[in-house]
């Protein structure tokens, strides 16, 4: 059984490959001559995705109820975040922006675990059926998808895989740098700000959302509405549910359990490398990555299979459980596909993002 599976990985057993392109860098002149985390660094010259392409596209994927508005720009967005050493690391991302004359709404999307560096979202600037970045754009929303340190121009440095701090860093660095570089060319938003990841990009969404609403002020940003699908959210109840499933193996028998649980997790063949600092911890019962015990200011979904094998239900419970204890206002929304696993659960949450978020929208 392979743990976390790729929300790539999903749209790649369904749907066709295309390929993707641009080309060409454009610096941008800063200030500030000491580099800081969330800086600007390039961006890349722009590849144009037409509303009749990106409508053909759509076509093939079956179930998916989306109907483009707009023809959409994409680049490449280099920038600086930090790594697990707290390290100022250059990192990339996507960032696809709707061609229109009114303010957007912003939509981060965090993907899900992937072991190959092309299926980071810096290397999909043309609309394809197993990427929905670009169809979120048509539809009116400036999307920003960060790549996560490891992949993209970080290609060769470790992955902080599941790890708290870099998760949310990686995100809010992109929206810091995505928007400096919107206002200086004038592409106007509308101060509403979207969140939304399936698998690890749950985990990755709710601890940039954590963050974000820890620190408001010296973020800028304060975000409008969030939907988490099929993430980790309470790591350590997660990685018991896999263990105990796993040969029912219990975490006293220490590292026979551990590199079970590594094997499941991260296949040999990773191109890309991942640290497992995250099982170090939890083994220790140092549980410093959860990222579920805390109340959110806003409305909260969290999206989840309750035949998830990939990503047990329970951490999301657990969760969901924490959360209203707590006060907040959360819902758990159960997949109705059948099975209720993670990857037919994929194309329920994208439907169900979309619907929930076009009702807080005011730019429509």
Known sequence: MRILISYWGVFLLSFALISCGGSGKTALTVNNSIPAQGDFKSISKKTTNQRAVIQTELSAIEGLNLTPQYDVNAYKLEYLSRDSDDKLVTVSGLLAIPVKDTPSSILSFQHGTTFIDKNAPSFQLKVNTRHPEILLASLGYIVFSPDYIGYGSSKGRKHPYLQKQPSADIVIDMLKAGNHWLDKKNIATNNQLFLTGYSEGGYVTMAALEALERNTGSAGFTVTGAVLGAGPYDLYETLNTLLYKINNLPSFLGKLAQKELERALIPKNAE???EKIFLDRYFDKDRQDNVHNWKPSIPLKL????????????GAISTFNTMRGLGADVELVKCATTPADHSPCVRPYLNYM??????????L
Request: glycine share 8%; charged share 30%.
């Open 272 to 274: 890309v490398d991942f």
């Open 354 to 363: 979309i619907n929930y978020f076009s009702g807080l929208r005011n730019d």
């Open 303 to 314: 999206f989840h299979g309750e035949d998830d094998k990939t990503v047990p239900i329970e």
